[in-house]
Each structure stands twice: as structure tokens, then as C-alpha cells.
T-cell receptor, first 112, second 114 residues
């Protein structure tokens, strides 16, 4: 059973437009959520995170929104740039553990 | 600062062979973990450790062993390699903090079992 789900395997967006990547989770004990970016032949790199006590966190062009009642989070990238083309993973963890459960990833392609 | 270092980067094994994937971190992180990445499956947790001498199973532990004798090293052992273990393996570490923090990943080991 997949506790963290990314239902869109791929997404294409024009340069300069907004990219929205979605993630759903089923475990209500999750209280910390992260987004990672992964380029081919590299390890995932941390992008942005959000605690369950917040519903929004911003870092430059990246904003993560959390809707706890819907068990849904999303990553907004504005404006999208060709260098943002990568696979994006969302991950979740629970207070008191250091286990990160990852989703299946969404491949973002930003078209120049 | 090297961060998380994985060796080897590539490996081909024959079915039934055993091998150890190495992982070392120089950030003095307490928590370390191993993931495998397969197409359409994302990153799945194999084993993790919250400190030297302490390990536990993740989502897909079968066929793998780990040990944590030092804070720096967390090797992953394949006891008898099977084609189903063909994957890209990532090691990660994170510090034990009061607040929440992210995991830092190595570059990965691409393993093919024939």
C-alpha cells in the first residue's frame, strides 16, 4: 500500500508559466513533508519542506501548500525555468521517527 | 565537505553472488538509511539506522542486511543477488535535531544482477 502517492507521472509546462506538482498521502500520522528534485545519474536533492502546523511555505520560486483535511500537498514553481526539468519526489515523515516515505515521482519538463 | 559517499557507482553481479554496497558520511549524522529506486516505484526504504549499533527494517528489507558499527558507515549487504534486486540504490543521512530536517543523499549505486 502506497502511503504517499504522486498520481501524475509526468508534466510539461512552458517556460515562464507555473508548474504545479501534486502529492497525496494516506497516513494521518505524517507531520512533516518534503519535496526533492532529482536529475539523471544524481542523488535526490532537498528542495523545500513544510510542517503540519503550517499550510504554506515559500522559498524563492518554490511554494509548498499543505491541506491536512484532504491529505494533499502541492509544489508550485513560478516562474518555471528549463533548469527545473527533473523528477520531483514528495516525501513524508512522522514526529519521533526519521523514516522518510517517498512518492513515485513526477517528471517535470519545462519547455523553452 | 564530501557529504554522503557511495561506492561503487556501478556494479554487475551474477545471480547468487553476494556483495556489499558502501556508504559513508562525514557530517556526523545520527540517522542513515538505504533506498532503492525502481521505475514507477519511486524511492523505497530498505533499512535504516538511528545510530551506531541500531538498525531497523524499512518497506522492502528482504534479501538485504545492514549493520552500523560506526556513526560514519552504513554498508548494505546483498546476501544472494537476484535479478529482482537490479535497481539504483541510494544512501541517505540526516542529523538528529529538535526540529525537522531533510535527508542528504549520495550519488547512487546502479546495480545490475544478471
Amino acid at each position: 500500500d502506497q502511503q504517499v502517492k504522486q498520481n501524475s507521472p509526468s508534466l510539461s509546462v512552458q517556460e515562464g508559466r507555473i508548474s504545479i506538482l501534486n502529492c497525496d498521502y494516506t497516513n494521518s500520522m505524517f507531520d512533516y513533508f518534503l519535496w526533492y528534485k532529482k536529475y539523471p545519474a544524481e542523488g535526490p536533492t532537498f528542495l523545500i519542506s513544510i510542517s503540519s502546523i503550517k499550510d504554506k511555505n515559500e522559498d524563492g520560486r518554490f511554494t509548498v501548500f499543505l491541506n491536512k483535511s484532504a491529505k494533499h500537498l502541492s509544489l508550485h514553481i513560478v516562474p518555471s525555468q528549463p533548469g527545473d526539468s527533473a523528477v520531483y519526489f514528495c516525501a513524508a515523515s512522522t514526529l519521533g521517527t526519521y523514516k522518510y516515505i517517498f512518492g513515485t515521482g513526477t517528471r517535470l519538463k519545462v519547455l523553452a | 565537505n564530501a557529504g554522503v559517499t557511495q561506492t561503487p557507482k556501478f556494479q554487475v553481479l551474477k545471480t547468487g553472488q553476494s556483495m556489499t554496497l558502501q556508504c559513508a558520511q562525514d557530517m556526523n549524522h545520527e540517522y542513515m538509511s538505504w533506498y532503492r529506486q525502481d521505475p514507477g516505484m519511486g524511492l523505497r526504504l530498505i533499512h535504516y539506522s538511528v545510530g551506531a549499533g541500531i538498525t531497523d527494517q524499512g518497506e522492502v528489507p528482504n534479501g538485504y542486511n545492514v549493520s552500523r558499527s560506526t556513526t560514519e558507515d552504513f554498508p548494505l549487504r546483498l546476501l544472494s543477488a537476484a535479478p529482482s534486486q537490479t535497481s539504483v540504490y541510494f544512501c541517505a543521512s540526516s542529523p538528529r535535531t529538535q526540529g525537522r530536517t531533510e535527508a542528504f543523499f549520495g550519488q547512487g549505486t546502479r546495480l545490475t544482477v544478471v
